[in-house]
């Protein structure tokens, strides 16, 4: 025996220069990761969070947070089964009594053997915790590996005074899925009943495939690694054609401009996606796919708009809960969420990667991969869970 | 890594001349096998099936019958998830926009990008099919391989005017269990409770064996492939003794004659059984066990009958409603269902093949094996799955 | 192929002197296990039991137990499922007339094929039953290695005059995690809000560490294998600091005399355990955990007392019934089964073994590690199992 493999190697071996991609089926290590929203974690509270295949415990400490892996050293029972917290700063294992210390990991003891040879000297697994925008975000990875929060976050999602607004849930399918639905320009056909769509005056094309110079990589060393996608450089199909007879039409308005209902996207490690001017011009969405495990992931959905008084901000919580959580975040992607369901089982034995059929369009997705590939800073594997 | 074999090949390798059958867990390539009744198809109609481990897309079209793998070249998601079909012999994918033709397969058009170099030039796989006696049919295979439907079914059944009734439904168990269950003379003993042994005139022996002649293997070239067993050469065994006492009887009426309360059986590639007077003098049941997948088979019942005249069929509905679907096809054979299910588990993992312990009688079973091995067209593989 | 090993061998071969405990997952193999209380099978009474991953017949004839493979030689379904029982001592398969006889597995006769070559000359398994204390043993293992059952339970346990009382249920979690929760002297931290503990006077440290001279082995040639733990010779902790201040407190009552709740344990081969004085002076608790498959096990809790007259025995089973199953087999051990099942998932592939992290107080465990694996008669394998 000795463990099966998490990726069957005669897939990665076969796709080239994004075989780091396919290898990251539970997503890349020593990246930072957005759990939760600020707001969901009061002081002194302990919640379970799941970050690429690890169970974490979450805890706010006198304002700050702490995330520690939820597994005893001892014997590898879930802390978060009974938490016997007798300190604020501690949690103490409900089987022996080992007793780890939140911020540090550190075995401070053990109730019943304070003279052990393992007080102090061991650690469980800790990762840094940091919030920004109303969001927590969790670095999963290797302590000589930190780097700063904005090398993983979209261009202008740090700005100022951008404010955020957002929801998350659980999604049926590898993270990569979401990622690359995302990021397709040619999925917006299966928009065609959203209810945004005639909520406001878009452009729906049946798709669009980039022209040259539309797709641009961004790799400078102290920013976000990631690709951009401009459609105002694309070339969008308005009418579906079958046997010489048009059978669909993408509408179009001639109160807007534009190829398509944002101007472009782009999509950046670890796995987020920035749409601009999307659901309307001013706003800009940032989503997250975030895995959990390798046939599930996290779906961090936020709007980011520029608010310079009090007054926008109310305005734009007042026209999030009335209109973009409705009609975009559950609406509009909803049908998403569905379609990255759908494909899942083609891509769980990995065999997707090598028998998928691609078109012209997808080269988009292509450089994504590779980039992935060349950028990301650790791949997940199964010895990462033990 | 690399895929897990379908079949345990140190099994395989133990059995001799009949290695093409243990290793046609997903059922043998290139045959014909029955999927529907006519009737249950309409114009129009979309139906999903699954046959040998495929997922089939079945609609019939100007009358006829068309049979497509349900899953998009591009990623691999079910057309059948959200069925686009803006034109009558077209499916377009819910997705992305590919559009398929049903008679030949071919990617005819991505809607959004009809200048693709794929359109016009891939084909989704498709599969023959034929209509014969109220069933569908789809050769299961390669386009190169496709015989004559006669070769597949056991003789008179497309004998002119007969006549044929039936009925459906899923069996846990690998269709190998269903064909030896059919087959197999030894297993009468667990009919001996049921409603039909009652309902008419039967022998009912507690089992029986073939004698020499009994048993003859049929191979002409331009005909189906079986494995005939003529009861009136069987030794019947009608008391059952334990420690020197009689325990239990096999009911004999002096009213008929006959070794079994059918006169023979055969069984025919790809899976299909014929039983000569059963229910009663003049009907002949034949049934398939179609390979849906390693643990599933479709078992489809039906009995024939010579109708000369339309009363004689009006006639044969009528019993075959009033008599022979309850007390046969549901009571007689819920017991053989029954059974075949029940000794899923032992065979589940291959070894079951080795580990069984035959008797005599089951020579008639050991030949339809070697037969099998001997003239099925292919065997249907985990590669064929993708 | 060929089949997947039981235990992970890279885990076995890194554990050193106690490797066959690591591949005992199904248990040991030629000792005797309880299955039943006496009084649950009735004469006549056909019963299914598992044991070591067995699927076994239980039948008492003329007041002996009887045990059974559930497998028919012929195509391996269980015989349970539809027993057809002829005879007293035999049992006939339901599928095609097998017939064998309980004393002794013997296929006696095929009910069709009476002259099979078969018949006289093949074998089912059967297994030695014995009745001691009210509970039946089965050894699982082969006919030429069965030693005497006195070998196979803890000292006292088969004395004249105790009188055992007790009951069983099924823990989701493999037997070796019961066994060593129960000898683990740390863990009674999690006992601290049972019931028990206020129901009569303890003493109740939050654990307590072996001291020299405490532990030993027993290992005589004709006696049962196990170790013992002497609770006078340890250091309990009474009181739990975390950063210098005491958090949580073991209490400890002016009434009573002892380290702990119990003056001792000892783990016995195939894997039984024997508490000292508890709940209360004055009796015994003999506690089985017996493997039924690699991921659950049979919890047989008894309790012993030494009964000179009838009145002991009836005062016994009215304080049994009133105060020890409701306070100690219920409540105290409910803890018990609980923490087994959620150690589970970390043991479950077998890494757990290396990667758990003991402290100074499990070398008790260890000790037992290797004295099954010194003493054990056979591993369950796989093989065993078809
Ligand atoms: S398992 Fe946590 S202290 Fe033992
Ligand atoms: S998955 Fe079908 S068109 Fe993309
Ligand atoms: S399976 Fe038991 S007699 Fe055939
Ligand atoms: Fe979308
Ligand atoms: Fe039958
Ligand atoms: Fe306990
Ligand atoms: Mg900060
Ligand atoms: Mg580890
Ligand atoms: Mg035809
Ligand atoms: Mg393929
Ligand atoms: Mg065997």
Redesign the interface.
């Given at each position: 025996?000795?463990?099966?493999?998490l990726v069957?190697?005669?897939v990665a071996n076969m796709v080239g220069d994004w075989k780091g991609y396919v290898e990251a089926k539970l997503g890349f290590r020593n990246h930072w990761y957005p759990v939760r929203f600020s707001k969901e974690l009061d002081e002194g509270e302990l919640q379970v969070i799941e970050l690429l295949g690890e169970r974490l415990l979450l805890k706010r400490i006198e304002g700050k947070v702490y995330a520690m892996r939820d597994?005893c050293?001892?014997?590898?029972?879930?802390l978060s089964?009974k938490p016997d917290c007798?300190?604020k700063?501690?949690i103490?294992c409900?089987?022996?009594?080992?007793?780890y210390r939140f911020q540090t990991g550190e075995l401070?003891?053990?109730?019943?053997?304070?003279?052990?040879?393992?007080c102090g000297r061991?650690k469980i697994v800790t990762y840094p915790c940091d919030e920004a925008k109303g969001l927590i975000f969790v670095f999963l990875g290797d302590e000589d590996q930190v780097h700063p929060l904005h090398r993983d976050v979209p261009p202008g999602f740090l700005d100022e005074n951008v404010r955020i607004l957002g929801k998350h849930r659980i999604v049926e399918s590898n993270w990569r899925l979401g990622a690359e639905n995302g990021f397709?320009t040619?999925?917006i056909?299966?928009h065609k009943d959203s209810t945004l769509r005639h909520f406001r005056e878009f452009n729906f094309?049946?798709?669009?495939?980039a022209l040259d110079g539309a797709v641009t990589t961004v790799e400078e060393e102290d920013g976000p690694k990631g690709v951009e996608d401009d459609f105002s450089k694309h070339n969008?199909?308005w009418e579906?054609?079958?046997?010489g007879?048009v059978?669909?039409k993408g509408p179009r308005s001639d109160k807007v401009q534009g190829t398509s209902a944002s101007v472009g996207t782009s999509i950046w490690l670890p796995g987020v996606l920035k749409v601009n001017s999307f659901p309307v011009p001013g706003l800009t969405q940032f989503e997250w796919y975030v895995p959990l495990d390798e046939k599930r992931h996290l779906y961090v959905q936020t709007l980011g708009q520029t608010c310079e008084t009090e007054e926008e901000w109310i305005d734009f919580q007042n026209k999030f809960e009335t209109h973009w959580k409705p009609h975009g975040l559950d609406g509009f992607n909803g049908d998403d969420i569905w379609?990255r369901e759908?494909?899942e089982?083609?891509?769980a034995?990995d065999?997707?990667w090598v028998?998928?059929?691609?078109?012209?369009?997808d080269s988009t997705i292509l450089e994504w991969r590779r980039l992935a590939s060349r950028h990301g800073r650790g791949i997940q594997t199964k010895q990462d869970l033990?």
């Open positions: 025996m000795s463990e099966e493999p069957n190697p005669e597994r050293l001892h014997r590898g029972v879930p089964r007798y300190t700063d501690t103490t409900w089987y022996h009594g080992y007793t401070v003891n053990i109730l019943a053997v304070p003279e052990s040879r393992l061991r397709d040619l999925h056909f299966i094309p049946l798709g669009h495939t969008p199909v579906g054609v079958i046997d007879s059978v669909v379609a759908v494909t089982p083609f891509y034995d065999y997707g028998d998928e059929m691609l078109c012209e369009p033990r």
